[in-house]
């Protein structure tokens, strides 16, 4: 049994998680739930030894595990799959010599026969009932044939605690349902699992106990029959969460229409209206398609038809979203939204045309920064050494100068503090309030409450319900989003 | 994890001023160094006439070295300027000689084909999405090969035999103005130099345009996502390369007064060179014009003065080596640099 009790862990004077405890059998399967930033990843990694608990102990068969480090983990049995699965895998090497990897590295061999070893592969990938030619490279697997992949070496590495974060949220239906075969196959073999999931049909299927977390403290724990999908939902949304907060505002004429979008070459059309001065929230889970519908209006990936006040355009490419007054501000902050190397003016600039004027941008960044609130307030600042909030707002305010019609964001909360999340709503409202048609894209029903003023779903690249945001709640919005992906989601 | 992070910008920010200062000016700290050393061993070495002829003596190298800057600019490599401005160097020489021609086609001959290179180059750069220094590399092979063929390996120079007899076409002076003339005592291509530099230090700071450059090649994606047309722009800083690679080509022809064979291939390492010391200048990593303009002066300092000293030529690119690797260690060593 691998446990987890009394658990404190904080990062500076933010408490993470607070007397939590957590056990998992072997053979047994534990979903782990809550919000973004509820704690479960941090408690994933104290599990895995990523992390060295503040207070609280790791015990293994009742024993104090006293975890050094991942790798001291991985000796003890526990094996920690994050999202980003091709991080273990060698990418130019072949399937069956990322699998005998471990095999070969336990068995202290230096040499080893090709062939003995992809018998040995091919052996292993049959138990587990996956088809993969074991002479493939590992580059050109599916992200959920890389997952198993994963799977399959850390058992084969005698692993007997698997911790996986979110492992099915880029499965389509089949892989989902060949997961959960591979799932049962391995609590057969007594393998203790702690997975996180957002899809709550899933949890109910799979697990046998199951642990909400809410801001860092256990907010429900029961075996999987005695609760139900109701009182899970209600322990991760809170009791008083969950209400729409912003006042209806007086809405302008239809800005934004567009028919038949697609986000992928055969997927399922979709059509997307903003009025003026109108906040849209598009509400989806992890792979619902969010980042790519963010990206397809934005003329990323092929060109489409929008029709923007009134008259057909052609968007073809990022140039031309920006010409006809649509901007994006994307998901990762860091990598797409902001130059870390440049200064706050040079964003702030950015769409100047012709000579520079430094005395002229100076007192444009300043005005600017005044009314976006950055700091520290200095345009020479570079915005890399700027905290997470003030690039976000940098990462907004570089498309004010550009007078947009149509700003799209694409989880823009992500890593902010409540304090310039509050700040950055409120820059939203006021662009709003500027007639401008928000599209605001995330998987937080929080935030969606926060600042809609009407929700639609995403799921599987297509919308699959509407709402004004009085309608909604954090409950409402986490089923719809989950159980109508069951009710529609074949792809 | 973001509390960490905040930690550690914290303690980045306390840098001792000292190392600082020395990481932001070391460059220029070691030319100045350089000319002090000089000046003080060889009393000829802080005159006019030499300053002169160290300017002069740069002068070409600085045309490619501006070449790569841009490419460089865009986060991209050019390392075929040098078989560009060999491929200019005979196209001019051609032009005069064997065609003929006067001033401006004998002009505009080399810069078309420094634009040819230059769109070759970012065909295969932008749109084959060959890694940079590989395409150029090869371009420089087919580049030095066309104008070899052409020439049959070959100079070309006035009065050469040929199979009509006698060539008769001649470096007209204007052409040779170019490289040889000398206005209120200062070289012609010393003052096409310091205009050239000029306009790119211009145009990269002082214009829009250029500064989308740099944004384009510090982050493609995030460029990309503000709706800048990458790999336009990507396009554009490889003609400009090929260009200046061209001009450098025509100063050198008029130079010499004759189109010698593969006469750019020896100037590309002082190009690529320069730029580097450019890029490590003021401690920025970051690709510029003056910085470009700097270290092209710093090699053609030590060249002179090391000439001067009687350190024999095979020697000389020992301590260029050794220059480069100090320029280079103050910008990479910097640890407080995240990308």
């Known amino acids: ?491 | 994890m973001e509390f960490a992070n905040i930690e550690q910008r914290k303690t980045n920010r306390v840098n001792q001023p000292a190392a600082e200062l020395a990481f932001r000016y070391g460059a220029v700290i070691i030319i100045l160094g350089v000319i002090a050393f000089f000046s003080i061993i060889n009393e000829h070495f802080f005159t006019y006439s030499n300053f002169s002829d160290i300017l002069r003596s740069i002068s070409i190298v600085t045309f490619l070295a501006l070449g790569v800057t841009f490419s460089l600019v865009v986060d991209g490599f050019d390392v075929s300027v040098g078989s560009t401005t060999s491929l200019a160097t005979i196209a001019a020489a051609s032009a005069l000689v064997l065609h003929r021609q006067e001033l401006l086609v004998t002009l505009l001959i080399p810069l078309l084909c420094g634009i040819l290179v230059g769109l070759l180059n970012a065909f295969l750069v932008v749109k084959v999405k060959l890694p940079d220094l590989l395409a150029t590399l090869a371009v420089m092979y087919v580049v030095n090969g066309v104008q070899l063929t052409y020439t049959k390996g070959y100079s070309i120079y006035e009065g050469m035999p040929s199979s009509i007899g006698t060539q008769t076409g001649h470096f007209i002076p204007s052409f040779l103005f170019i490289g040889q003339g000398e206005v209120l005592g200062i070289p012609v291509s010393v003052i096409l130099m310091l205009v050239f530099v000029g306009c790119a230090y211009v145009f990269l700071e002082y214009t829009t345009f250029g500064r989308r450059m740099y944004m384009v090649g510090d982050n493609p994606e995030a460029a990309n996502l503000f709706g800048i047309p990458v790999n336009r722009y990507r396009v554009f800083a490889y003609v400009v390369s090929g260009l200046f690679a061209a001009i450098g080509g025509i100063v050198l022809a008029s130079r010499i007064g004759t189109g010698q064979v593969s006469a750019g291939a020896p100037l590309l390492m002082d190009a690529v060179a320069s730029a580097y010391i450019g890029y490590a200048l003021f401690g920025e990593k970051r690709p510029s014009v003056i910085g470009t303009l700097l270290g092209s002066i710093l090699i053609g300092v030590l060249l002179n003065g090391l000439t001067m000293m009687d350190v024999p030529y095979f020697a000389q690119d020992i301590v260029k080596g050794g220059i480069l690797i100090v320029a280079l260690a103050f910008s990479f060593l910097r640890k407080d640099k995240k990308d």
Do not use: C
């Open chain 1, 1 to 491: 049994m691998l446990a987890l009790r009394n658990i404190h862990h904080s990062f500076g004077d933010n408490t993470v998680l607070q007397d939590v405890t957590l056990q998992v059998r072997s053979g047994e399967v534990h979903a782990l739930l809550g919000m973004n930033g509820a704690g479960k990843s941090t408690l994933l990694q104290i599990a895995a030894g990523v992390l060295a608990p503040q207070k609280g102990t790791v015990e293994i068969d009742g024993r104090e595990a006293n975890l050094k480090s991942p790798a001291d983990a991985l000796l003890k049995g526990i094996v920690f799959l994050t999202q980003e699965v091709d991080r273990g895998l060698v990418p130019h090497l072949s399937v069956h010599e990322n699998l005998t990897a471990v095999l070969l590295k336990n068995e202290r061999r230096i040499l080893f026969h090709k062939s003995t070893n992809r018998e040995r592969a091919r052996a292993l990938l049959a138990q587990y009932g996956l088809d993969i030619d074991v002479n493939r490279s590992v580059s050109s697997l599916s992200l959920y044939e890389k997952q198993m992949l994963s799977i399959i070496r850390a058992v084969a590495g005698n692993a007997r605690y698997l911790l996986l974060d979110e492992p099915t949220a880029s499965f389509d239906r089949k892989e989902t349902e060949r997961f959960h075969r591979i799932v049962a196959k391995l609590k057969e073999q007594g393998i203790g699992i702690v997975f996180i999931s957002h899809r709550l049909h899933e949890v109910f299927a799979l697990s046998d106990r199951i642990s909400v977390l809410r801001g860092g403290k256990l907010a429900l724990q029961k075996n999987t029959g005695e609760t139900t999908l109701e009182e899970t939902v209600h322990a991760m949304t809170g009791s008083d969460a969950g209400k729409a907060r912003r006042e209806t505002t007086r809405l302008g004429p239809t800005q934004f229409k567009v028919d038949d979008l697609r986000l992928w070459k055969e997927g399922p059309p979709l059509s997307l209206e903003l009025k003026a001065g109108e906040i849209v929230v598009v509400f989806g889970l992890l792979g619902s398609g969010k980042t790519t519908l963010a990206e397809t209006l934005f003329g990323v990936h092929r060109a489409y038809q929008p029709i923007i006040k009134g008259t057909e355009r052609l968007i073809n490419g990022t140039r031309s979203a920006v010409r006809n007054g649509i901007v994006l501000i994307p998901e990762e902050r860091g990598k797409q939204g902001i130059w870390k190397r440049h200064d706050i003016r040079t964003h702030l600039a950015l769409s100047f045309k012709g000579w520079i004027s430094k005395r002229k941008e100076t007192a444009y960044s300043r005005e600017a920064i005044e009314w976006f609130t950055i700091r520290p307030a200095s345009p020479s600042y570079k915005v890399g050494a700027l905290s997470g909030g003030n690039q976000q707002k940098v990462a907004i305010a570089k498309w004010f100068a550009a007078d947009p019609d149509v700003v799209i964001f694409d989880e823009p909360m992500k890593g902010i503090d409540v304090l310039a999340k509050e700040t950055i709503f409120q820059m939203i409202e006021s662009l709003a309030e500027q007639k401008k048609s928000i599209l605001y894209l995330t998987a937080e029903p929080d935030d969606a409450l926060r600042i809609a003023d009407r929700i639609v779903i995403l799921s599987r690249g297509r919308i699959i319900h509407q709402l004004q945001a009085s309608e909604a709640n954090a409950e409402r919005l986490l089923r719809l989003a989950e159980m109508e992906e069951n009710a529609y989601g074949v792809r």
